[in-house]
């Protein structure tokens, strides 16, 4: 909870029903250890008052009445200045369709919009969270002024779809404050994958054993949701194949849901890039029942217990680094492996046998479910370790590395 420690934020607020979600998003921001500073249009003061932003950002809200050039709290009187050139960025959540049109035409009749105007473009980023009625949103003005603030230098943040506080429903709610705030932070990421594309497996795999029944692990998942949503966070294209897990799919990543080994390799081989990088961080059950029964096994009268038999599942990391563009090195592949004893020894012996690149070792019964972890890097050269962090801190820390690795000309596993 310390994504945003250090950074200055200006959130402004302007005209729509939307402005309660801005106290709950303001809190949040400083929950990450950001501050905050308010700014509020006369219209967004009919929706939430200055008093409740006040309290949740600990700082006096700039409303409506604050005109610059005659502010008396500020030594110059020139608040709109001195506000941007404080901020490492500009929020205006709920952005209204008015406001946006303000925007488009450098308009500056308020101290919100003029202090967007007044900033320094090139290193005060203006990033906005638009708010309204799906037909507004739909509106080819409003399209078409989304698309000039865009090339203007703006960050659009998407809009929610669903039940409008109008009745209506459809595109063009502001998203959530969790998600603004996943977006925000994402948007101080690094972009070392910018133009990348990235798979990831995650989860345990379930293989069936009857209708009700069936073998699994205990992998939760979270550590390759965790590299999924930094790969995102470093500017990547991202698809997930995720076993079953009870995790939310991180802000921008294209999920696909699978049960079992078969399904997971299924979905792999359907999205796996031609170029890009795989991470395979999924359990996947090294072997199935060799019979999926259609009725569920009853206990028996004489105590004869079920016989189970076995087959092996598809290796899919092995499937995958034996395809020709990962052994051609255009696509990068990841392994993991979960030991319970002797990770060095057993990392190097996997990432021999699954022929890739860098295999990630973690001890698996001292991580699994957990939301920390700690991880060793194995490659060819030998090995390093990213000590005990969070499983996000442990994944930026990891796509970070593979960056790296694929813009060195002369990396093993990386096309020359
Ligand atoms: N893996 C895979 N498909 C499988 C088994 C494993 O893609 N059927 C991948 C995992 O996602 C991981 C790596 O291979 O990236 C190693 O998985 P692990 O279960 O640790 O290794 P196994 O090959 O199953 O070896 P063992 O269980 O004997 O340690």
């Known amino acids: 909870m310390s994504d945003l420690v250090g950074k200055h934020i200006v959130l402004g607020l302007s005209g729509g029903i939307a402005c309660y979600k801005a106290a709950e998003l303001c809190r949040a921001m400083t929950r990450e250890g950001a501050t905050v500073q308010v700014v509020m249009t006369a219209a967004a003061e009919q929706f939430i008052t200055p008093v409740t932003m006040q309290a949740l950002s600990n700082r006096t809200v700039y409303g409506s009445h604050d005109v610059s050039g005659f502010d008396a709290r500020e030594a110059n009187g020139m608040p709109h200045i001195n506000l941007s050139r404080e901020a490492d960025a500009i929020v205006v959540a709920p952005c209204s369709a008015d406001f946006m049109a303000k925007l488009l035409h450098g308009r500056a009749d308020d101290l919100l919009s003029l202090m967007c105007l007044a900033r320094p473009i090139a290193t005060v980023p203006l990033l906005l969270a638009p708010a309204m009625n799906r037909e507004m949103w739909a509106h080819p003005a409003t399209q078409r002024n989304m698309a000039q603030l865009a090339a203007d230098g703006a960050t659009i943040l998407g809009v929610g779809s669903g039940f409008q506080a109008c009745g209506e429903t459809g595109d063009g709610r502001m998203l959530e404050p969790p998600e603004l705030l996943d977006d925000l932070i994402a948007f101080f990421q690094p972009k070392p994958l910018a133009g990348r594309q990235v798979l990831v497996t995650a989860g345990p795999t379930f293989e069936a054993i009857d209708p009700v029944r069936g073998l699994t692990n205990r992998s939760s998942g ?195």
């Open 222 to 416: 979270k550590m390759g949701f965790a590299i999924a949503r930094a790969a995102r966070e470093a500017g990547a294209a991202v698809t997930l194949v995720a076993g079953p897990v009870a995790l939310p799919t991180p802000r921008g990543v294209t999920r696909v849901d699978v049960r079992s080994a078969r399904e997971m390799l299924d979905a792999t081989q359907a999205h796996l890039p031609a170029r890009g990088v795989f991470v395979a961080t999924a359990a996947v059950a090294d072997w199935r029942p060799a019979e999926v029964k259609t009725e569920k096994i009853k206990k028996q009268d004489d105590g004869a217990l079920p016989q189970l038999e076995f087959v092996e599942n598809p290796d899919i990391l092995a499937t995958v680094a034996a395809t020709p563009q990962a052994v051609q090195g255009e696509l990068y592949c990841v392994g993991f492996a979960a030991e319970s004893h002797d990770l060095l020894a057993h990392a190097q012996a996997k990432r021999a046998r699954k022929k890739v690149p860098l295999l990630v070792g973690n001890i698996g019964p001292d991580t699994f479910g957990q939301d920390d972890n700690a991880l060793v890097l194995v490659d060819a050269h030998g090995s390093r370790e990213l000590p005990r962090a969070s499983k996000l801190a442990l994944a930026r820390q990891l796509v970070a590395d593979i960056a790296a690795r694929l813009d060195r000309p002369h990396a093993e596993g990386v096309a020359r």
